[in-house]
Nanobody, 124 residues
């Protein structure tokens, strides 16, 4: 099991940017697909973006495509989510997760390593 710790959340105005980080320990991110998910109050956790083990393939939810970018550096055991042109509806707790199926399109259920999340609040 790999341990994941997110950071970088905060309060930002609409149109602004944030960069979330996910640092792994106890395992190598090079062996995992890394995904970002988010959960708003009263809503189910939803997929945001994923990146494969090498970083060569990415996959995004339609709601964030063109605004968010997922990346990773296996040597630093770190993944990032660059979020631009933020909207109030992006407000949520953002979670980093990892799974070893190799499938970037895989759903939430196959992720078995989760961080505790970081709060992102976008004001209008």
């Amino acid at each position: 099991q790999v341990q994941l710790v997110e950071s970088g959340g905060g309060l930002v105005q609409a149109g602004g940017s944030l960069r979330l980080s996910c640092v792994a320990s106890g395992g190598s991110l090079g062996e995992y697909v890394v995904g970002w998910f988010r959960q708003a109050p009263g809503k189910e956790r939803e997929f945001v973006a994923a990146i494969n083990w090498s970083g060569s393939r990415t996959y995004y939810a339609n709601s964030v495509k063109g605004r968010f970018t997922i990346s990773k550096d296996n040597a630093r055991n770190t993944a990032w989510l660059q979020m631009n042109t933020l909207k109030p509806e992006d407000t949520a707790v953002y979670y980093c997760a990892a799974q070893d199926t190799g499938i970037v399109e895989a759903g939430l259920d196959v992720y078995d390593n989760w961080g505790r999340g970081t709060q992102v609040t976008v004001s209008s």
